[in-house]
Protein backbone atom coordinates (compact mmCIF):
# COMPACT_ATOMS: atom_id res chain seq x y z
CA UNK A 1 0.00 0.00 0.00
CA UNK A 2 1.20 3.42 -0.84
CA UNK A 3 1.86 6.01 1.76
CA UNK A 4 -0.61 8.98 1.65
CA UNK A 5 0.92 12.45 2.19
CA UNK A 6 -0.56 15.60 3.28
CA UNK A 7 -1.08 18.07 1.97
CA UNK A 8 -1.13 17.48 -2.21
CA UNK A 9 0.52 20.76 -2.70
CA UNK A 10 1.16 23.90 -0.50
CA UNK A 11 2.48 27.62 -1.50
CA UNK A 12 4.21 29.32 0.91
CA UNK A 13 6.55 32.75 1.10
CA UNK A 14 10.06 32.78 1.78
CA UNK A 15 10.51 32.66 5.38
CA UNK A 16 7.58 30.46 6.54
CA UNK A 17 7.31 26.99 7.87
CA UNK A 18 5.50 24.00 6.20
CA UNK A 19 4.62 20.59 7.75
CA UNK A 20 4.35 17.77 5.34
CA UNK A 21 2.62 14.03 6.85
CA UNK A 22 2.93 10.22 5.58
CA UNK A 23 0.75 8.20 6.67
CA UNK A 24 1.14 4.33 6.28
CA UNK A 25 -1.53 1.73 6.66
CA UNK A 26 1.59 -0.76 7.45
CA UNK A 27 4.18 -0.98 10.49
CA UNK A 28 6.94 0.60 9.23
CA UNK A 29 10.84 -0.11 9.57
CA UNK A 30 12.10 3.57 9.13
CA UNK A 31 10.93 6.67 6.71
CA UNK A 32 13.44 7.68 4.09
CA UNK A 33 12.58 11.42 2.90
CA UNK A 34 13.15 12.57 -0.65
CA UNK A 35 12.97 15.69 -2.59
CA UNK A 36 12.35 16.01 -6.68
CA UNK A 37 13.03 19.33 -8.15
CA UNK A 38 11.37 19.63 -11.71
CA UNK A 39 13.47 18.12 -14.37
CA UNK A 40 15.92 16.61 -11.93
CA UNK A 41 16.38 13.18 -10.00
CA UNK A 42 15.15 12.77 -6.72
CA UNK A 43 17.81 13.27 -3.92
CA UNK A 44 17.91 12.13 -0.56
CA UNK A 45 17.23 14.22 2.83
CA UNK A 46 16.80 11.93 5.28
CA UNK A 47 16.14 8.58 6.84
CA UNK A 48 14.44 7.81 10.17
CA UNK A 49 15.14 4.40 12.15
CA UNK A 50 13.17 2.92 14.56
CA UNK A 51 14.16 3.96 18.14
CA UNK A 52 14.49 7.62 17.15
CA UNK A 53 17.95 7.69 14.95
CA UNK A 54 17.75 9.83 12.23
CA UNK A 55 20.45 10.70 9.37
CA UNK A 56 20.54 13.18 7.27
CA UNK A 57 20.15 16.79 6.56
CA UNK A 58 20.81 19.62 8.92
CA UNK A 59 17.95 22.03 8.27
CA UNK A 60 15.26 19.86 7.41
CA UNK A 61 13.86 18.09 10.51
CA UNK A 62 11.55 14.96 10.65
CA UNK A 63 9.61 12.83 13.31
CA UNK A 64 8.75 9.56 12.94
CA UNK A 65 5.37 7.90 15.12
CA UNK A 66 6.21 4.49 15.03
CA UNK A 67 2.80 3.30 16.80
CA UNK A 68 1.00 5.61 14.65
CA UNK A 69 2.49 4.73 11.60
CA UNK A 70 3.09 8.18 10.49
CA UNK A 71 6.10 10.81 9.67
CA UNK A 72 6.05 14.28 9.24
CA UNK A 73 8.74 16.52 7.62
CA UNK A 74 9.23 19.99 9.09
CA UNK A 75 10.28 22.75 7.16
CA UNK A 76 11.55 25.77 8.75
CA UNK A 77 12.16 29.43 7.45
CA UNK A 78 11.98 27.97 3.93
CA UNK A 79 14.33 28.84 1.24
CA UNK A 80 13.05 29.60 -2.18
CA UNK A 81 15.56 26.19 -2.94
CA UNK A 82 13.23 24.26 -0.88
CA UNK A 83 10.73 24.11 -3.95
CA UNK A 84 10.34 20.62 -5.13
CA UNK A 85 7.96 17.42 -5.02
CA UNK A 86 8.77 15.94 -1.39
CA UNK A 87 7.88 12.00 -1.12
CA UNK A 88 8.58 9.43 1.73
CA UNK A 89 9.61 6.31 1.19
CA UNK A 90 8.75 3.42 3.12
CA UNK A 91 10.54 -0.21 3.29
CA UNK A 92 9.28 -3.04 3.05
CA UNK A 93 12.37 -4.33 5.83
CA UNK A 94 14.98 -7.20 4.84
CA UNK A 95 18.21 -6.44 3.03
CA UNK A 96 16.50 -5.42 0.25
CA UNK A 97 16.51 -1.49 -1.10
CA UNK A 98 12.85 -1.71 -2.08
CA UNK A 99 10.75 1.74 -1.55
CA UNK A 100 7.51 2.14 -1.54
CA UNK A 101 7.09 5.84 -2.26
CA UNK A 102 4.20 8.15 -0.87
CA UNK A 103 1.88 9.87 -3.44
CA UNK A 104 4.09 13.07 -3.07
CA UNK A 105 4.09 17.24 -1.47
CA UNK A 106 4.22 19.75 -4.31
CA UNK A 107 5.76 22.72 -2.01
CA UNK A 108 6.52 26.07 -4.02
CA UNK A 109 8.42 28.90 -2.07
CA UNK A 110 8.09 32.18 -3.44
CA UNK A 111 9.60 35.11 -2.94
CA UNK B 1 32.98 10.84 -8.44
CA UNK B 2 30.32 10.32 -11.15
CA UNK B 3 26.77 9.69 -10.71
CA UNK B 4 24.18 7.63 -11.73
CA UNK B 5 24.00 7.75 -15.18
CA UNK B 6 20.83 6.87 -17.79
CA UNK B 7 20.88 6.59 -20.77
CA UNK B 8 19.21 7.30 -23.28
CA UNK B 9 17.51 10.49 -21.63
CA UNK B 10 14.55 10.60 -24.00
CA UNK B 11 13.00 8.03 -26.40
CA UNK B 12 9.97 8.11 -28.29
CA UNK B 13 8.70 4.87 -29.44
CA UNK B 14 5.36 3.40 -30.72
CA UNK B 15 3.24 0.78 -29.49
CA UNK B 16 4.37 -3.01 -29.96
CA UNK B 17 7.73 -2.05 -30.27
CA UNK B 18 10.56 -2.86 -27.30
CA UNK B 19 12.80 -0.20 -25.32
CA UNK B 20 15.72 -1.30 -23.17
CA UNK B 21 16.95 1.22 -21.02
CA UNK B 22 20.76 1.24 -19.65
CA UNK B 23 22.02 2.24 -16.54
CA UNK B 24 25.56 2.83 -15.29
CA UNK B 25 25.28 2.87 -10.99
CA UNK B 26 28.19 4.77 -8.84
CA UNK B 27 31.55 2.79 -8.54
CA UNK B 28 30.97 0.71 -5.97
CA UNK B 29 27.56 0.23 -5.73
CA UNK B 30 26.17 -3.34 -6.26
CA UNK B 31 22.60 -2.77 -5.75
CA UNK B 32 20.42 -1.08 -8.77
CA UNK B 33 17.01 -0.06 -8.88
CA UNK B 34 14.15 0.84 -10.94
CA UNK B 35 11.55 2.97 -10.35
CA UNK B 36 8.79 4.27 -12.79
CA UNK B 37 7.36 7.53 -12.54
CA UNK B 38 4.10 8.79 -13.92
CA UNK B 39 1.30 12.06 -12.72
CA UNK B 40 -0.84 9.72 -12.13
CA UNK B 41 0.58 6.94 -10.25
CA UNK B 42 4.17 8.81 -8.55
CA UNK B 43 6.89 6.92 -7.86
CA UNK B 44 6.36 3.05 -8.88
CA UNK B 45 8.88 0.54 -7.79
CA UNK B 46 9.87 -2.03 -10.48
CA UNK B 47 12.83 -4.39 -9.46
CA UNK B 48 15.60 -4.28 -7.71
CA UNK B 49 19.13 -6.51 -8.51
CA UNK B 50 22.13 -7.16 -6.36
CA UNK B 51 25.06 -8.84 -7.78
CA UNK B 52 23.18 -9.60 -10.87
CA UNK B 53 20.64 -11.58 -9.00
CA UNK B 54 17.19 -10.06 -9.14
CA UNK B 55 16.21 -9.24 -5.02
CA UNK B 56 13.17 -7.65 -5.09
CA UNK B 57 10.26 -7.20 -7.87
CA UNK B 58 7.28 -4.73 -8.07
CA UNK B 59 3.75 -5.55 -9.72
CA UNK B 60 4.61 -4.91 -12.88
CA UNK B 61 3.21 -7.35 -16.12
CA UNK B 62 6.31 -9.51 -17.18
CA UNK B 63 6.56 -7.40 -20.39
CA UNK B 64 8.74 -5.62 -17.73
CA UNK B 65 12.20 -7.14 -16.88
CA UNK B 66 15.45 -6.45 -16.28
CA UNK B 67 19.45 -7.48 -15.49
CA UNK B 68 21.97 -6.62 -14.13
CA UNK B 69 26.01 -7.14 -14.89
CA UNK B 70 28.63 -8.45 -13.34
CA UNK B 71 30.09 -4.61 -13.23
CA UNK B 72 26.80 -3.75 -11.53
CA UNK B 73 25.99 -2.18 -14.86
CA UNK B 74 21.90 -3.03 -15.18
CA UNK B 75 19.13 -2.62 -18.18
CA UNK B 76 15.51 -3.08 -18.60
CA UNK B 77 13.66 -3.81 -21.13
CA UNK B 78 9.90 -3.22 -22.11
CA UNK B 79 8.28 -5.01 -24.94
CA UNK B 80 5.02 -4.96 -26.52
CA UNK B 81 4.96 -1.04 -25.05
CA UNK B 82 1.29 0.03 -24.82
CA UNK B 83 0.44 3.68 -24.42
CA UNK B 84 0.67 3.60 -20.48
CA UNK B 85 3.99 3.09 -20.34
CA UNK B 86 4.94 7.05 -21.35
CA UNK B 87 6.76 7.39 -18.15
CA UNK B 88 10.06 8.77 -16.55
CA UNK B 89 12.10 5.24 -15.89
CA UNK B 90 14.47 6.14 -13.05
CA UNK B 91 17.61 3.87 -11.86
CA UNK B 92 19.00 4.30 -8.32
CA UNK B 93 21.83 3.04 -6.72
CA UNK B 94 23.05 1.85 -3.28
CA UNK B 95 26.19 0.63 -2.13
CA UNK B 96 24.58 -2.96 -0.49
CA UNK B 97 22.39 -4.71 1.46
CA UNK B 98 19.09 -2.70 2.84
CA UNK B 99 18.88 0.83 4.16
CA UNK B 100 19.92 -0.25 7.82
CA UNK B 101 23.51 0.12 6.35
CA UNK B 102 23.47 2.83 3.68
CA UNK B 103 19.71 4.79 4.09
CA UNK B 104 20.18 6.52 1.04
CA UNK B 105 19.46 6.14 -2.63
CA UNK B 106 20.97 7.88 -5.44
CA UNK B 107 19.13 8.62 -8.88
CA UNK B 108 20.20 9.39 -11.92
CA UNK B 109 18.75 11.62 -13.72
CA UNK B 110 15.90 9.17 -15.72
CA UNK B 111 15.04 8.06 -19.33
CA UNK B 112 11.75 9.70 -20.54
CA UNK B 113 9.91 7.30 -22.64
CA UNK B 114 7.16 8.45 -24.88
CA UNK B 115 4.72 5.63 -26.97
CA UNK B 116 2.65 6.88 -29.52
Known amino acids: QQPVQSPQAVILREGEDAVINCSSS?????VHWYRQKHGEAPVFLMILLKGGEQKGHEKISASFNEKKQQSSLYLTASQLSYSGTYFC????????????FGTGTLLAVQP | KAGVTQTPRYLIKTRGQQVTLSCSPI?????VSWYQQTPGQGLQFLFE???????NKGNFPGRFSGRQFSNSRSEMNVSTLELGDSALYLC???????????????FGEGSRLTVL
Open chain 2, 92 to 106: ASSPGTGFSNTGELF
Open chain 1, 89 to 100: GTEDGGATNKLI
Open chain 2, 27 to 31: SGHRS
Open chain 2, 49 to 55: YFSETQR
Open chain 1, 26 to 30: KALYS
